[in-house]
C-alpha cells in the first residue's frame, strides 16, 4: 500500500505538471504553486517563493500573512538554504541561530532551493504553526515540485538545437565568401582573420550580419565608432555592453564579452552584480550609473529623472548620446542573435541565470 504522504506529493506533481502545461510567465506559474502547496498541504501558515536579486533574497507570490520582504543570503532559514543550495528542516525555528521571524505562529519551517544550472534561483518557503511538521517525505516531495517547476522553465527557455545549423551555432548557415561581392569578401576575410577586431568572426552576430552584406558594411564603422572612438573607455563600454546582455538574457553576448570585461578591469563581483540583477548601491558612482541606465531603459522603459542626470553630469551630451546608442547597438545584436538561435559553444553551461524577478 502506497504511503499516503508520498502519494500526495504524487498526486501534486501532476496537478502542478497541469497548471504549468503552456504557460511560460514564472510570476503566474509560482502564484499558482503556491496556492496549490497552500491548499493541498495540511498545517501550513504561510506558502511561497522568495526569488533571488543579488546577495538577497525578494518576496514572491505567497499564500498566508505579510512577509517580510527581503533577506540577505545567509541570513534566516531561507537565506541559509539559498547560500548552502539545498533544503532546511527546520522542527522548532525558536531553536534556528537567527531564525526571522515573520509571522510569530510559526512553529517548523521548510525551505526548498530552486536550482538550475548550480545556480540558485530561489526558494520554496513553507512554515506550519505545528512543531516538527515537516520530514524528509516532505522534504522530498516538494524538491520534486521545485525540480518540476524548473524543468518546466528551463524547456520554455531552451533553444530548439534540431533547426540550427551545426557549423554556425545558429538557423543560418556561414555565410560563403564565394557567394558575395567584393566588399563582402573583404568583410569576410576580416571576420576570418585571427586579429580581425571581432570577437568571435564569422561565428555570431558578424556571420549573420553577412547574410545582408550591405547592412555588415554600414554597420561595422558605426560599431567601430561606438566602441573604440567615442571616447566612452574600455571599462565603460564593457559595463554598457553586459549590462545590456543582461537585460536580453543574451547568453552569447554576454560569453563574448565577460572575458573581455575582466580584461578592462572590471572585478569578478562586479561582474556577478550585473549578472545577478544585484544591488548596485555599493558600487562606485560611475560604474552604477552607467548599469542603472541600461536597466531602466530596457527594463523600465523609462529613466528616471535622477538617473539622467547623473548620467548626463558623468558623460555630457555628447557622450551619453553615444552610450545609449552603444547600449542599442548591442541590443540590436541581443535581438539577431534571439532571432537566429545562436548557441553557446558545445559544452559551454550558460553564464546568465535566468532572473525571475530582476533587481531594479
Known sequence: MPDPKSQLYRDLAVQLGALLEGESDPVANAANMAALVWRGLPHLNWAGFYFRQGAELVLGPFQGKPACVRIPLGQGVCGAAA???????????????????????SRSELVVPLV??????????????????FDE?????????????????????RADARDTDPESGCRLPLPRREDLDAEGRRAYDR?????????RG?????????HSPELSRRS??????????????????????????REHDAQFEWAAHEPAALAEGISPEIIDTIRCGGDIARLSEADAIVIALARE??????VSPQTYAGALDQFGPRQLVDLVAL???????????????MRLDEGQPPPLPRLFFPGR
Do not use: K, W
Open 83 to 105: 547560500a548552502q543550495g539545498r533544503s532546511v528542516v527546520v522542527p522548532d525555528v525558536h531553536d534556528f541561530p537567527g531564525h526571522i521571524a515573520c509571522d510569530p505562529n
Open 116 to 133: 538550475e544550472d548550480g545556480a540558485v534561483l530561489a526558494v520554496l518557503d513553507l512554515d506550519s504553526p505545528v512543531l516538527a511538521r
Open 137 to 157: 517525505a516532505d522534504r522530498d516531495g516538494c524538491e520534486q515540485l521545485a525540480a518540476l517547476f524548473v524543468a518546466h522553465h528551463r524547456r520554455s527557455a
Open 191 to 199: 571576420l576570418a582573420a585571427p586579429n580581425g577586431g571581432t570577437l
Open 202 to 210: 564569422l561565428h555570431g552576430p558578424g556571420g549573420i550580419q553577412l
Open 220 to 245: 561595422r564603422p558605426v560599431n567601430q565608432y561606438l566602441r573604440y572612438e567615442a571616447g566612452l573607455g574600455g571599462r565603460v563600454r564593457e559595463l554598457a555592453i553586459l549590462a545590456t546582455a
Open 297 to 302: 531603459i530596457f527594463a523600465a522603459r523609462r
Open 327 to 341: 547600449m542599442g547597438n548591442y541590443a540590436s545584436t541581443a535581438a539577431l542573435l534571439t532571432a537566429f538561435a
